[in-house]
């Protein structure tokens, strides 16, 4: 059984136009705070990101936040978190976001969300980390991401062990008892044990 004492959610930025994801958002955090699960995230203070953090600070929860300087100009940032981490660039923040969560969930975002989400589970294929990875899949916003994954393993592009890297699920429950039951894959053949 996996310990999800921290949980990186990656998300967008803007609000969108599906109520419903917003709720979900919220629940999330009010989700976090209850369990006593650490939310790491962006820092933002704006759309569905803003919310989720918004939730678990109303609930006593804590929130660490990580974000670039140069995106910390443009005042966006969340000055109200229990922990505020500024980077140097994007790569440094993806990297810090890793080291301080025991497993990651996507919500529906949109390039920013989608290029964090795939290199977690890049780094997890080649064996750089072993932790879950979570699909929140709101009203079925992934549907077609996931008809495109699965098209990858027909077509021989993805392997079925890497496709099932991506934990799915349209419920929040449901999916951090998933997340809590992973079992990662072992090293792949092509990397030494040392290497990871």
């Known amino acids: 059984m996996n310990k999800l004492n921290s949980i990186c959610v990656f998300c967008g930025s803007s609000d969108g136009n599906d109520r419903t994801v917003i709720d979900e958002a919220a629940l999330l955090g009010e989700r976090f705070a209850e369990e006593e699960i650490t939310l790491v995230y962006g820092a933002a203070k704006i759309g569905v990101m803003g919310k989720v953090a918004e939730k678990v600070l109303v609930n006593k929860g804590k929130v660490i936040g990580v974000i670039p300087e140069f995106l910390k100009l443009k005042e966006v940032v969340h000055l109200g978190l229990t922990e505020l981490i500024t980077t140097n660039n994007m790569h440094e923040r993806k990297m810090k976001m890793h080291e301080l969560s025991d497993g990651f969930i996507a919500l529906p975002g949109g390039f ?21 990875i979570g699909l929140l899949n ?59």
Request: no cysteine; aromatic share 10%.
């Open 112 to 132: 920013g969300t989608l290029e964090e989400l795939f290199e977690i589970i890049t780094w997890a294929q080649l064996g750089l980390h072993k932790k879950p």
């Open 138 to 196: 709101v009203n079925g916003f992934y549907d077609h991401l996931l008809a495109l994954l699965e098209n990858m393993v027909k077509s021989g592009f993805l392997k079925i062990e890497n496709y099932e890297l991506l934990l799915v699920d349209d419920d929040i429950d449901r999916l951090l008892k998933k997340m809590r039951a992973y079992k990662p894959a072992q090293v792949p053949k092509w990397l030494k044990a040392d290497k990871v």
